[in-house]
Each structure stands twice: as C-alpha cells, then as structure tokens.
C-alpha cells in the first residue's frame, strides 16, 4: 500500500480554492485545499487576546479546517470547538512539523523500521510484522506543542505564533517501546535512544537543518511508558501526523513524539546533535521561569520534559452575550503531564473565589479530563470566567508570571471574557 500525494509543494502552494489530489487507500477528509474566512488581524504587541491563533482556515488531504500557521513545514492548529471532548478527532488534530521535506507518500512495499546500533540482534519490521509479532496495546495521552500558547506570552516571542489549540489527545494503538528493544536486546553500555523519522530539510548533513532527532535516555521511565504507535482513536495516523509509525511519549512535549519513525538507533554516549543539545532548552528554573532581562545573561539549561498541568475553558467562548439569570453550562479540559486530574474549580469573579466543576470520565493520567459546571450570571456587564485544575498528587495550577525565550510551557489559568446583557 502507498499512502501519500496530495501534500507535495504544489499542492500546499494551492491555497486559493485549487483542488489538492488524493490520498491512496480510504482518504477521509475532503480532498480540496481551500482558504476559509481569517480571524480578525492581530499583530501585537501585547499577547494574542484570541483562544486560538490568527490565520486562515485551510483543508488540506485527511484533514478538517484548521488554522494555518505556515505550509512548509506544515503546521496547523486544531480550532476551539473540536476540544469539548476528551478525544480529538485524527482529521482535527493539530500538525507540527520541523523540517520542510516531510513525506507526501511511504510505500508499504518497501518501507521497514529499522531498530540497529549497540544492540545483540539489529532489526528490520514491516507495519505487518508489527502487527503479527507484537502484543499491541494502547494508551490515551496528550499530544502538545512545546510552544503552545507561545502568542500569550509578554514580551512577544518570535516563533510560531500558536494560540491554545496546538495539543490534541488521541487513544494511541501499537507497541510498547521497550519490547522492540527486548527483541533486538540491548547491549551493556547503551546510553539513549535515538529516534528518526522520514522528514528532511535542506540543511548540510549531519546539521539539525537537514535530519530530526531526538532520544530518550535508556533505562529512563519516559522510555518504559512510550509506544509505537500505528493507530489514533481506531484509525491509520493521518500522513500529516506520522503514517505509517509515530513515537507516543505520554506525558511529554510532543518534540519526543518523532513522526513518520523509521529508525531507533541505540547510541553509547549521550546524544549531542542539534534537537537534543540546542533546541528545546529551558531555564533551569522552576516552571522553566525566567524574566527577560535575567535571559540577557548566561543561564543553565536543560532539555524540555514532561508537561505542566493546564486547563481550559472550551464553552462558553465569548462570541455572543448571555442573558442575565439565564443558566449556561461552562464546559472545558484539564489534562496533566504526569498526575492527572483530581479537580477542576471556576471562578466568576477574575479568581477571587472558586467553585468545583464536575469532572467526566477519567481516561487515565496521560489524557483529557473534561469538566462542566453550572454558572448564572447575575448582572449585566463584562465578566471573567477562570479556570484553574489540581492534580492527583495534589499540585495546583497557578497564575503566577512566567516567560522564557523560547515560548514553551505555558500554563497559566484560562481566562475567558463574557459580556452579560439585560434579560428585561
């Protein structure tokens, strides 16, 4: 089987309303690229005051409308509404891709993960003998953006500008991890992991420009819980989100979580090439925390790891005014990195005081958590809905400030705006 055309330069190039070809095999979404009606213009230079980013609309192969934030490397943002349920549909997931050469097409024939380097037996599977060889398992886990929410942050910083929408949970299916390596057997000695996937760009070889890679230490836990994944909710992964193979890495940034995988290199050193050494660093500081004139200074540094605990406020997204003493239901998703969720309170009053929400059905520590409570507003005006989660462990989310110069983790409460109009 050949998945792929339809995402080549000229097809990406096409969008005025030109038709982009097909997707082989069972191509779901509509096979059209089209340009949509953008949000309002904003530039800055505050933070994005909108939930999502601002861009076009766009419909590209295996995919529903999303807002693009460029098309090559592709990387497009899931809109709010898909976000009222714990599971994100594979057409509306969010795609972020690193370099501009990703594949349009992988021909089953004669493609094979390839699992080498200080190992006793090295490896070669087809998508079949995965399937036919390995027990499969699944998992339902977050799939966020490092730099989701970067346009919240102030001062500004450059980079994709993603709103809140560049995070998604499926119910990923395939193979643990760790039992590809138990049938290559690991030799003593084996430091990390490394995983690549069919993406290039043009860079010199050799540079981060022209390979991704990225690597989990061995013996660590991230490395125990990840899987190999074949499927998203019951379905083939989308050509944009990783077909035929992407690594699932439950409870990290979604820079670990390597699309399109084709080899698993076994290294005896740490891994030092550019996505591991460079890119995707953090202060060494609490919450990744530092003020921009502390990051005019030296500072330490360390790899990006597991997510923050975050929420949202999904319904009522302040598009139209509510009648005062009308009942609305607020609806929303927490999810967090390690923990998950245990509660989930709203406030009315700009965070002054707080009620439980009640939460829905827990899909495990790695997934979306959704929550509804019931909120009448009692005056017109303008009001602050917030919401904050707490996880199983007890942490509570905060408010407090927080910048670093690359834009990631951003987990500040949710704010949402709501203008309550006279009922008589």
């Known amino acids: 089987m050949t998945r792929g055309r339809g995402l080549g330069r000229r097809d990406l190039l096409k969008l005025a309303g030109v038709g982009a070809g097909m997707l082989a095999a069972g191509a779901r979404a509509s096979t059209s690229t089209q340009v949509e009606q953008p949000l309002p213009a904003f530039t800055g230079p505050g933070p994005n005051p909108y939930w ?3 861009g076009p609309l766009v419909t590209l192969p295996e995919k529903s409308p999303l807002i693009q934030l460029t098309d090559r490397p592709v990387q497009l943002e899931t809109p709010r509404h898909h976000f009222l349920h714990a599971f994100t549909p ?17 021909d089953l024939a004669t493609w094979r993960l390839q699992l080498d380097g200080h190992v006793e037996r090295p490896q070669q599977w087809s998508l079949a003998d995965l399937f036919q060889r390995f027990k499969p398992v699944s998992v339902a886990a977050v799939n966020q953006c490092s730099g989701n929410s970067r346009s919240r942050f102030e001062p500004r910083i ?41 993406d290039r760009g043009r860079g010199p070889e050799g ?31 989308p050509l944009l989100n990783g077909f035929p193979l992407r690594l699932v890495v439950p409870g990290h940034f979604s820079t670990y979580w390597v699309k399109s995988l084709t080899n698993i290199r076994v290294l005896t050193e740490e891994d030092k090439n550019f996505w591991m050494a460079t890119a995707y660093k953090i202060p060494d500081n609490p919450r990744g925390h530092i003020t921009p004139e502390g ?15 975050r929420s949202f406020i999904i319904a009522p997204d302040g598009t139209q005014k509510i ?31 707080w009620q439980d929400a009640t939460l829905g059905e827990d899909h495990g520590n790695h ?22 989660a707490t996880d199983k462990a007890g942490s509570v989310q905060t408010d407090d ?24």
């Open 323 to 353: 009648p005062a003493g009308m009942p609305v239901t607020v609806r929303g998703i927490a999810f967090s990195g390690r923990d998950g969720v245990r509660r989930v309170e709203l406030s009315a009053d700009g965070g002054q005081t």
């Open 401 to 424: 400030p927080l910048w670093n110069p690359g834009g990631y983790m951003m987990a500040r409460w949710d704010r949402q705006k709501i203008v309550v109009g006279r009922s008589a």
């Open 52 to 54: 999502n980013s601002v």
């Open 158 to 198: 450059p980079g994709a500008q993603w709103g809140h929408g560049a995070m998604g949970c499926a119910l990923w299916t395939g193979v643990r991890l760790r039992d590809l390596l138990s049938a290559a057997g690991i030799k003593r000695g084996a430091v990390h992991l490394q995983c690549e996937g069919l």
């Open 295 to 309: 990051a005019k200074q030296a500072f330490h540094k360390v790899p990006i790891g597991r997510m923050p605990l």
């Open 367 to 388: 997934a979306f958590r959704t929550w509804t409570t019931a909120w009448t507003p009692t005056s017109p005006g303008e009001t602050e809905l917030v919401v904050r």
């Open 90 to 106: 594979a057409s509306a997931f969010f795609v972020r891709w690193h370099l501009d050469g990703h594949p349009t097409r992988v």
């Open 207 to 237: 540079m981060g420009s022209q390979r991704y890679l990225k690597s989990l230490p061995v013996d660590s836990e991230v490395a125990q819980e990840a899987l190999v994944a074949w499927s998203m909710n019951g379905e083939p992964l």
